[in-house]
């Protein structure tokens, strides 16, 4: 595929261009007629097409690339369901003015695709505005987020991404169906958020114990423990908690539960 702009490494810009996956990404969610759909890094427009050739109710296209965006203006300028915002999403973006329920899809740049992934769960207000996020990941990324306790793969990021979402894998993509080609494959995931959560009441929380407790994963968690709670000890007991174990040994509900202890004793 020849492109009018090259594409801009610094921006992580990586275009799908396989049909065929695109079908299977607009398949992954039934599209409605009364849907607002949001797309993250539209790029050329492939996917948007065929998104439109689902009729949604709107479409709003957000992209940072500031001629990116002037070109999708133009190649969409005749149709009236369809907007184009020249902005990073980790700005804050204003979703007052849209409706609610909003399906986003995104073939995020790897360089920032845990930072946006990361920003739209640890939102202060819950159930959010959004109703499922489909999203591409490079594939070391993708076994991470759904990556189970007791596995190399399981981190921090596996813990704050299962907190307050429902966590599909659907397919790989090959490095192939990009252009310019990526060094790795890519795995497309979807998002649902929970109703039914650990009711932590500033996300930060679980950032802050995530973060001590894995740094360092390889050793037991005792030491680390006593730097979020002074009586280490009997939080532990409380908590039912070995203090031998290793982080990657611990089920990602005790780091919910742990982040509700740390804040109810810090408030």
Known sequence: ????????????????????????????????????????????????????????????????????????KKQFAHLKNIKVINQDILNEI???????????????????????????????????????????FQKEVADRIIAKHNTKQFGRLSVISNWRLDVTKHFEISKN??????????????????SNIYKIKNPENLEIVTRILFSNRRKMINKNFKKLFKNSYSVAEELDLDLKKRPGELASEIFYKIAVKYEQLTE
Do not use: H
């Open 1 to 72: 595929m020849r492109f009018f702009l090259a594409p801009k490494k610094s921006l992580g810009q990586n275009f799908l261009i396989d049909q065929n996956i695109i079908n299977k990404i607009v398949n992954v969610k039934k599209i409605k007629k009364n849907s607002t759909i949001v797309e993250i890094g539209p790029g050329y427009g492939s996917l948007t097409k065929k998104i439109l050739g689902l009729n949604p109710k709107k479409l709003i296209l957000i992209e940072k690339d500031k001629k990116l965006s002037i070109f999708l």
């Open 94 to 136: 204003n979703y007052n003015n849209v409706d609610n329920n909003i399906i986003v899809f995104g073939n995020l740049p790897y360089n920032i695709s845990t930072k946006v992934l990361t920003s739209l769960i640890l939102i202060k207000k819950w159930p959010p505005w959004y109703e499922s996020l489909i999203f591409m």
């Open 177 to 194: 169906c990009f252009s310019p080609s990526p060094k790795v494959n890519s795995t497309l995931l979807s998002f649902k958020p929970k």
